[in-house]
C-alpha cells in the first residue's frame, strides 16, 4: 500500500484527481471505475476544472459502475448512478455508450450482474478504480464477512451500511441489499485508489492498514497490493502510527 496523508479534503481531493489524471493522459482508453458516495466529489470538481482547462479528456475512456441500492433508480437523488451523473458525466459529456452501470431497478439481478461482468471482460480489466470506503470497511458494497473470491453479487447490506444510507437520501428509500462489483474485480483492477477524510474514518483507516487482514474488514485485505494508492486527510489518518 502506497500512503499519502495530505493537509485536508481540498488538498486530499486535488492529489487524487492529478493521480486520475495523470492515469488518464498515459491511458487515454482506460476503463475506470469510480465510487459514488460523498468522498470523492470535491475529486469530481477538479476533474471537471482540469477537462474544462483541456488538461485531460475523458472522451475516450469507459466506466464501469461499483456499485448501487437495490430497489433505487437513476432517478433517485442519491442513488450511486445519479450522484455520479450529477457531479461528474453530466459535466464533462461522456457519450452514454461509454457508461455501463449497474440498474438498481433490474428485475433479474443475476443477468444484471452479468452484464457488468461482461462489460468488463469485454473491455479487459478495470484499469483504474477510485474507492470510497465505508465505516465498517465496506468496499463498493463488499461487506464485512465478504467471500473474496466474488465477480458481481447481490448483497444484504451491513446494519451499519444501512444506518448510513440516509445521509445520502432526501427521501426515506430501502437500503436492504446492494448491488456491487466483488472484491475480485478490485484486486483485479491495474491500479487501486482508495480516499478517505475525516476523522470519522480514523479508526477503520488504521484497522485496514495497520490491523489483521480479513474479510471481517474487506479494506484490509488489500494490505498486500503494491498497486493500491491511498490518499487520506491528516484526520483520517491520524490513527495510523507509520
Ligand atoms: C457507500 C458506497 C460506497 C462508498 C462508501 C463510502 O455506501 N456504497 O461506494 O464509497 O459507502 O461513502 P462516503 O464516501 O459517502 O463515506
Redesign the pocket.
Known amino acids: 500500500m502506497n500512503i499519502k496523508v495530505l493537509t485536508d479534503y481540498e488538498e486530499m481531493s486535488i492529489c487524487t484527481a492529478e493521480f486520475i489524471i495523470d492515469f488518464v493522459q498515459k491511458k487515454p482508453d482506460s476503463l475506470l471505475c469510480l465510487?459514488?458516495?460523498?468522498?470523492?466529489l470535491k475529486t469530481f470538481d477538479f476533474l471537471v476544472e482540469a477537462v474544462n482547462k483541456v488538461q485531460v479528456d475523458f472522451s475516450r475512456c469507459k466506466f464501469v459502475s461499483?456499485?448501487e441500492w437495490v430497489g433505487v433508480g437513476i432517478s433517485v437523488k442519491g442513488s450511486?448512478q445519479e450522484t455520479l451523473n450529477s457531479s461528474l458525466f453530466d459535466r464533462i459529456s461522456i457519450p452514454k455508450e461509454h457508461i455501463c452501470f449497474f440498474n438498481g431497478l433490474a428485475e433479474n439481478v443475476e443477468a444484471e450482474c452479468k452484464r457488468i461482468d461482461d462489460f468488463i471482460k469485454t473491455n479487459g480489466k478495470i484499469d483504474l478504480i477510485m474507492?470510497?470506503?465505508?465505516l465498517n470497511g465496506?468496499?463498493?458494497?463488499n461487506e464485512p464477512n465478504i467471500n473474496p473470491n466474488l465477480y458481481s453479487h447481490v448483497v444484504e447490506l451491513d446494519d451499519v451500511?444501512k444506518e448510513?444510507?440516509s445521509?445520502?437520501f432526501e427521501e426515506p428509500v430501502s437500503t436492504e441489499k446492494?448491488i456491487?462489483l466483488g472484491l475480485k474485480h478490485i484486486v483485479d483492477s491495474d491500479t487501486i485508489v482508495l480516499i478517505a477524510d475525516g476523522v470519522k474514518?480514523a479508526e477503520i483507516l488504521k484497522q485496514t492498514v495497520e490491523g489483521e487482514k480479513t474479510n471481517k474488514v474487506p479494506s484490509s485485505l488489500l494490505q498486500d497490493q503494491p498497486n493500491v494508492h491511498l490518499f487520506l486527510d491528516k484526520e483520517a489518518a491520524s490513527l495510523l502510527e507509520g
Open positions: 465510487a459514488g458516495g460523498h468522498t470523492p461499483l456499485d450511486c474507492l470510497g470506503i465505508g465496506h468496499l463498493g458494497f451500511t448510513v444510507s445521509k445520502y446492494g456491487s474514518k
